[in-house]
């Protein structure tokens, strides 16, 4: 069964850091670019940040300089370090394996005073 299953998520004051985490089963990640994508309430999903099966790294504008995307073939797991977090950043964060279309359940990011 293939499943991608999202954690670290919480809540988490203006400013701080999070990790979030994706593992994979089912399927070995290693062929796949991976990516990560969040939707805050009453807005459409939004890719955040995408690595290739090369590691080609591609981020949107939002995030670059704050977020980094890296992934762990030996642990079949893909990873998002988030610091200097905005109130803006608060959204479900959703990993996500593009080519054969799986996506996980989501973790909650909550960034709040």
């Known amino acids: 069964q293939v499943q991608l299953v999202e954690s670290g998520g919480g809540l988490v004051q203006p400013g701080g850091s999070l990790r979030l985490s994706c593992a994979a089963s089912?399927?070995?990640?290693?062929?796949?670019?991976m990516a990560w994508y969040r939707q805050a309430p009453e807005e459409q999903r939004e890719l955040v940040a995408q690595?290739?099966?090369?590691?080609?790294?591609r981020y949107a504008d939002s995030v670059k300089g704050r977020f980094t995307i890296s992934r762990d073939n030996t642990k079949n797991s893909v990873f998002l370090e988030m610091s200097s977090l905005k109130v803006e950043d608060t959204a479900i964060y959703y990993c996500?394996?593009?080519?054969?279309?799986?996506w996980g359940q989501g973790t909650q990011v909550t960034v709040s005073s």
């Open positions: 996500h394996c593009p080519a054969p279309g799986y």
């Open positions: 089912g399927f070995s990640i290693w062929r796949f670019g």
């Open positions: 690595i290739g099966a090369d590691n080609f790294l």
